[in-house]
């Protein structure tokens, strides 16, 4: 079955690590997103990408930096820039046709040591 | 920027009840998105509407694309309805998420 997998699940960091997280769809879709969720608020969108070799950046990307060498994934690393990095991170994707079903990760929560 | 706004926050039924959450938004959208969020995070979609009204089980979800407004509908709630349900809007290429409704379905 097709669908997209998010790794790790938990995830820490030290004080002035990079750590990558990982999101890999085989659904052949277009369009990639990464967005952070804290407690009690909503999601908002870090970077999204419509095809491959390109992306852009969301409401809150400071710190943040993705790659899209690949259709199928969509990396998102969280710099040392990154001052408040503990949340809960997600990544969706759809097939860039404007009405076309989303998908999600399971999530991977990010917390600093 | 295309502000999503969904009410009520927070919402307790009693087994049975029928459910309404609110959904409006700012600009033109070429999709309007329904989501469920069960504790422990995942989200699954429930529907897209770019018009009119959609129907899947005990879920009813409709749109008012001039009112800029949808409206997600449980009919003979359960407790395993118990969730947080989320509207995301598509202005363009981008998702824009609403902060979402944490309900609360008592036996």
């Known amino acids: 079955d097709g669908g997209i997998t998010q790794s790790p699940k938990y995830l820490f960091r030290k004080e002035g690590q990079n750590v990558t997280l990982s999101c890999e769809q085989n659904?052949?879709?277009?369009?990639m997103y990464w967005y952070r969720q804290d407690p009690g608020q909503g999601l908002r969108l870090i970077y999204y990408?419509?095809?491959?070799?390109?992306?852009q950046k969301g409401d809150i990307a400071e710190g943040y930096s993705v790659s899209r060498e690949k259709k199928e994934s969509f990396p998102l690393t969280v710099t040392s820039a990154q001052k408040n990095p503990t949340a809960f991170y997600l990544c969706?994707?759809?097939?860039?046709?404007?009405?076309?079903?989303?998908?999600f990760g399971s999530g991977t929560q990010l917390s600093v040591l | 920027k295309n502000e999503v706004e969904q009410s009520p926050q927070n919402l307790t039924a009693q087994e049975g009840e029928f459910i309404t959450i609110n959904c409006s938004y700012s600009?033109?959208?070429?999709?309007l998105h329904w989501l469920q969020q069960h504790p422990g995070g995942g989200i699954v979609s429930l529907f897209m509407?770019?018009?009119g009204k959609k129907k899947h089980g005990r879920l009813i979800a409709t749109i008012n694309i001039q009112e800029k407004h949808s409206s997600l509908h449980i009919t003979a709630s359960h407790p395993r309805d118990s969730a947080v349900y989320i509207c995301?809007?598509?202005?363009?290429?981008?998702?824009?998420f609403g902060k979402g409704t944490s309900l609360l379905v008592t036996p």
């Open positions: 995301a809007v598509r202005p363009g290429y981008a998702l824009n």
């Open positions: 659904l052949n879709h277009d369009a």
């Open positions: 969706a994707s759809v097939k860039d046709r404007g009405n076309e079903k989303l998908f």
């Open positions: 990408s419509q095809i491959v070799n390109d992306f």
């Open positions: 509407l770019s018009s």
């Open positions: 600009v033109g959208i070429s999709a």
